[in-house]
């Protein structure tokens, strides 16, 4: 296995990485990490976490499947964790002297659904605080760029706290014990409605292979993926890696994935570096 991107990460990636907030990468990883994390998918589609769920099953019964922090039960998932080329993609991003590894999440939408992701930011649902995060998205088929994950460029660095999505809606099945977020205490607006008019938010999205990669921000507004061909399903996996500025924080408003039982567990309080096990350093330069 390669542990380092097919191309290295060049100076202009990282400039618009800082500027922007996302950048695309394409051809970073090659076939044999893909052909990993599609038999690590099909080990966590056998043995989902607690953390797991439907989010969408539509009419027909196509169904968008997320399951998230799978890598401490899938070899495959460890792995890319801790060998692939990615903490060294997000490091170069961050330009960190650290890396930490936060979690990994999968979004499996069956052939033809067309659920898609409301928009939001990531980093104001989590269990920690920070500017320099990563989230790197990669899609394990091919993608056309209005079924990709879309961004609005330039908006990890809006100082507004918005009135996010609440992700435990998304239960179709009624599980018990979904994170749930209640931003409206703190929200200072409401979340904008992109899709009423991307073209002025100036959203972008890529048409991706296998191997490619998108790196973004994670205070980034995101959303969108979905509305696919009948014969056309999406498998994506991510990875959430933090660089030198994060520390664990609990949120009144609530969090998702809430991580405050394991990192209280751990040992881990408010303002503490996120690391040790449930953690990793993968990197340190
Ligand atoms: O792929 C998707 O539909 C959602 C991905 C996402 O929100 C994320 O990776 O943070």
Redesign the pocket.
Known sequence: MNANPLRPVESTDVETFDRDGVVFLPGMFDREWIELLRAGLETNRAHPTTRSRIWDRDAEGRTMFYDSQAWQGVDEYREFVFESPAAKIAADLMRATTVNFFFD?V?VRSPGTQFS?PW?Q?EPYWSVDGFNTC?I?MPLVPVAAKNA?SFVPRSHRSATVFDQYNFGDLNPDGQSAVDMVDFGAIAEDEFPDIDADPERWGVVNWDMEPGDCIAFNSRMM?GG??QLPDDVGLE?F?TKWLGDDVSVIFRECGMDPDHTEVMKAAGLKPGDRPEGELYPRILTR
């Open positions: 999440a979004f992701t939001h990531d989230s998205w994950l995101h993926s979905g994506v991510t």
